[in-house]
């Protein structure tokens, strides 16, 4: 616990991103397991188990828990926006797919693109501050 | 003399189902017309697609109503559905949307229930009126006829499934709601499109049924000169009921056959395109089909 206080102090910002990603898909897992869908749930527990690993240990294995997460973030985000162009190429007409590509879920999809690219970032200095 | 008194019992039992059917037929003239924005709804509106959210809300608001009218009480299921890829959820949100349901009561003591439903969306900028505001039509005057019946052994529940375009997910959300009840389900009996019939043989395909509901469905269709042919077409709402375990029949024109709207999912799916009177000879047929396993 005091490691992870230190490392809070320590890198704030990198801490602020993770925190905010991992408690966004946490809250969508949990969203899905209240109406029958496991996956999600249990990806996101996966997750914050190893980056509560990676906070608890000052080693090269953090630094590439933070940096997979990132990398994972900017995959999600890009993922998203590709299907977007890839029903408007197509003209898919489903009210439910249309409804994934509304203005706030556009930035919703950028956002997390950036906050992937900021831990990627931020994860170098975690591993120099940590050693 | 004996002549002239069967001729004038032929002309008033004649005039007597005519006007029945011509009086059905206004019904459901008024009803679809609604649906597919051929007629202002009570509220002044005109529901011109069933594809939007809003559209569906106006559709919802408007079944609520004519369920009210008939001396009902609506029930609005509102529910959230994963998408049909547990990965699809990490991308996507889940699907929303809302059922319209009543009860009709046994008039006997009874836990046993009839489910009668179809779905009431239809495809974005498609005014839907074959597909599906006449199985909705049907379902609704079949209940407001059984409603004058004095004897139904079993409750039936009238129900109106949203997102049957997204992959069925209004009634997969309703049979996961009735496998949570302690309700006696006998049978679920779903329409989806009752309003074409090119070659004027009033036929109708039967998807799916129990061995029981198939004896029922071919019986009265025997008694009624009605046609019938079976398929294992599983792509509209029955399917979801049977995935769960339900004794289901999916009911509509001959689809299989091709003998079927070929304006489905199309801007030019219009009320100007459902045969009236063959949706009404479908009406009664599945009214006494309903008489039949009410008895």
Not at chain 1, 58 to 63: A, C, L, M
Not at chain 1, 78 to 90: D, N, P, S
Not at chain 2, 123 to 134: F, H, L, R
Request: charged share 20%; with cysteine.
């Amino acid at each position: 616990m005091r490691q992870i206080k230190e490392n809070i102090s320590v890198l704030p910002l990198l801490s602020l991103a993770l925190v905010i990603s991992i408690l966004a898909f946490l809250y969508k897992g949990i969203s899905y397991l209240l109406i029958g869908s496991s996956i999600p749930f249990l990806i996101g527990l996966i997750m914050l188990a190893l980056i509560v690993y990676g906070y608890n240990h000052r080693n090269r294995r953090s630094r590439r828990i933070f940096r997979f997460w990132g990398w994972m973030l900017v995959f999600w985000g890009t993922v998203r926006l590709l299907m977007e162009l890839m029903f408007i190429l197509t003209s898919i007409t489903e009210e439910h797919i249309q409804n994934q590509f509304t203005i706030g879920q556009k930035l919703l999809s950028i956002s997390f693109i950036l906050i992937g690219i900021f831990i990627i970032r931020k994860a170098q200095f975690y591993r120099e501050v940590s050693v | 003399m004996k002549l002239k008194l069967l001729l004038l019992i032929s002309i008033c039992a004649f005039s007597q189902i005519h006007g029945q059917n011509a009086s059905l037929v206004k019904e459901q003239q008024l009803f679809i017309g609604m649906l597919s924005g051929k007629y202002q709804t009570p509220n002044g509106e005109y529901i011109l697609a069933r594809g939007s959210a809003e559209e569906r809300e106006m559709a919802k608001e408007l079944l609520v109503d004519q369920i009210a009218d008939i001396g009902l009480e609506p029930k609005v299921h509102s529910y959230r559905m994963p998408n049909l890829n547990p990965f699809i959820d990490l991308l996507f949100s889940p699907f929303k949307g809302a059922n319209v349901y009543a009860v009709l009561p046994a008039t006997t003591e009874s836990n046993e229930y009839v489910v009668l439903g179809a779905h009431y969306d239809s495809e974005v900028e498609c005014p839907g009126a074959i597909d599906n505001a006449t199985g909705s039509a049907l379902i609704f005057s079949v209940v407001k006829h059984l409603k004058s019946s004095k004897n139904r052994s079993k409750n039936v529940i009238l129900v109106f499934f949203d997102q049957e375009e997204e992959e069925l997910v209004g009634s997969r959300a309703y049979a996961k709601f009735l496998k949570g009840k302690d309700w006696d389900i006998h049978s679920v009996h779903t329409f989806d499109m009752v309003g074409w019939d090119g070659d004027g043989n009033k036929e109708m395909e039967l998807e799916l049924p129990t061995p029981y509901l198939e004896d029922v469905y071919q019986n009265k269709a025997d008694e009624l000169g009605i046609p019938l042919y079976v398929t294992s077409i599983t792509s509209t709402d029955h399917h979801s009921f049977r995935q769960l375990g339900f004794p289901a029949i999916g009911v509509n024109e001959a689809y299989g056959k091709r003998d079927s709207s070929p304006y489905k999912d199309t801007p030019e799916d219009t009320y100007e395109t459902v045969n009236f009177d063959y949706l009404a000879g479908s009406t009664l047929y599945v009214l006494e089909v309903m008489k039949e396993i009410l008895k």
